[in-house]
């Protein structure tokens, strides 16, 4: 009878990996995959962050954004509704700077959070599901159409630097510079602003959007 407990509980422990885990984000994105249209768009839609969440999470420069991301978040969260519509395997692991299987926008949305914030990215048979994810202490949110949101933000000043911007990938010359016009921008910081596009024209102009 005790080895048969002992047994139980380690498969219990197997079939719940630690809350804000890479594991458990796999675990829980697996639910969600190739679910009914219904349970999909519950799921999708309950990773938005609030107001609160949003500013408790992200960097200071990044927290006026909130307003554009909720707005934006339906039409933003739609490919990944569609993605999900397909069963298979899910992958997921840490987020971090110069992970060369980042998307390009996955890459810019590291800036976003403080320096080692647990962030996830996941993928689906191979393929990336195209979000950053934050759990916040009882569930999983997840930033999306954030960096569309930035790079309009940039284009509004000068639209030939946003370009430039959108080169950045996930380690390279270019995205320390991209980078600068990023955070100069949402500060309001005109002459880094200036410096960072002319620095971007010699780092990214050779590099692939």
């Not at 590291?110 to 950053?132: C, H, K, T």
Request: hydrophobic share 45%; net charge neutral.
């Amino acid at each position: 009878m005790r080895v048969a407990i002992l047994v139980a509980v380690a498969a219990c422990h197997r079939a719940s990996p630690p809350a804000g885990t890479p594991e458990h984000l796999a675990a829980y994105l697996s639910t969600v995959a190739g679910a009914d249209p219904q349970t999909r768009d519950h799921e999708v839609a309950s990773w938005i962050l609030d107001d609160a969440t949003w500013r408790a999470t992200v960097v200071p420069s990044y927290g006026k954004l909130w307003a554009g991301y909720s707005q934006n978040y339906g039409a933003a969260s739609a490919p990944i509704f569609n993605q999900l519509k397909t069963r298979g395997t899910i992958t997921a692991r840490r987020h971090y700077a110069g992970d060369p299987r980042l998307t390009p926008a996955e890459a810019r949305l590291r800036w976003a959070l403080p320096v080692q914030y647990p962030s996830m990215v996941a993928d689906l048979n191979g393929a990336p599901i195209d979000a950053v994810f934050v759990y916040d202490g009882a569930r999983w949110r997840a930033l999306l159409g954030v960096d569309a949101l930035v790079l309009d933000e940039i284009r509004s000043r000068d639209p030939a630097c946003a370009e430039l911007v959108a080169r950045a990938g996930a380690d390279n010359e270019c995205t320390a510079a991209a980078w600068a016009i990023t955070d100069s921008a949402l500060r309001d910081d005109t002459a880094g602003f200036t410096h960072g596009c002319a620095l971007a024209t010699t780092l990214c102009a050779n590099r692939s959007p």
